[in-house]
């Protein structure tokens, strides 16, 4: 919240003060208070993570392409996404809905045929971190990226209200994910790096998206948080050149 008002200087302080309170509180909630017992919550680290040890030159490499890889992907996403909103406009409201949810809903079942889950297409894809980060195979990496992809897209142009942050940080780690699977490359140091430059290239938050790839990977992959800094930063970076791009227009038919 923070870096997000960060243009509104010290006006932004009594915008905070209300969640800064009921963050407090709903954390009390799950941790409990004296002799009353918290809720159960879950923890946002991912589990079963390989510990990585030390910072290389080759992790450097791997978070550069992967921020510039991602960025590039998100912004095609946002490009889809404004293209269906543009052309459904003439549709109404009610028929792009149900019509992005059946597009979403084949989709997904086109991925399911395909070996991929169908559940990682539907939904966010925040459940389905841990197993793709074990995953070892190029055809269902390929098979989640370009579904969650456009099933991404369909979402945004068609006025679904859902979760706009985590199918993005799912993007990225399935980018980073070829990394593991071709180079050998730790999970742990995919997960830090594909993390960052999702949340980066969705949210345009460059501070938060390495504080929220460093709570992904725990205590395991500390040492993987320069990498995950790099990946954010040049997914940034790539961002914001791709936004100065400008948007060609469409062709007019005369026939």
């Not at 079963?48 to 890889?69: I, K, R, S």
């Amino acid at each position: 919240m923070v870096e997000g008002g960060i243009a509104m200087g010290s006006a932004l302080l009594p915008v905070l003060l209300p969640g800064f309170v009921a963050a407090a509180i709903g954390f009390v909630l799950f941790v409990g208070l004296g002799d009353w017992g918290g809720l159960s919550s879950q923890a946002l680290a991912v589990p079963n993570l390989p510990a990585y040890n030390g910072t290389h030159v080759y992790a450097m490499l791997v978070a550069a392409v992967v921020g510039v890889v991602t960025a590039v992907i998100v912004a095609g996403v946002r490009r889809g996404a404004g293209t269906l909103v543009t052309g459904g406009r003439r549709l109404g409201l009610t028929v792009l809905l149900v019509g992005g949810g059946l597009a979403v809903g084949l989709i997904a079942q086109v991925a399911d045929w395909l070996g991929a889950d169908s559940q990682d297409v539907l939904f966010s894809g925040q459940a389905g971190v841990p197993a793709l980060a074990a995953t070892e195979s190029t055809k269902i990496l390929l098979v989640l990226l370009a579904a969650k992809a456009l099933g991404y897209a369909v979402s945004l142009g068609c006025g679904f209200r859902g979760g706009q942050v985590f199918p993005a940080i799912f993007l990225g780690i399935a980018v980073a994910e070829f990394a593991h699977t071709w180079f050998d490359v730790s999970p742990t140091l995919a997960v830090a790096a594909g993390a960052a430059a999702g949340m980066s290239a969705g949210t345009r938050l460059l501070i938060t998206s390495t504080l929220f790839a460093a709570l992904l990977v725990g205590v395991p992959g500390l040492d993987a948080v320069p990498a995950a800094v790099l990946a954010a930063a040049t997914a940034w970076l790539t961002a914001q050149a791709l936004d100065r791009r400008p948007v060609p227009a469409p062709a007019v038919s005369t026939a």
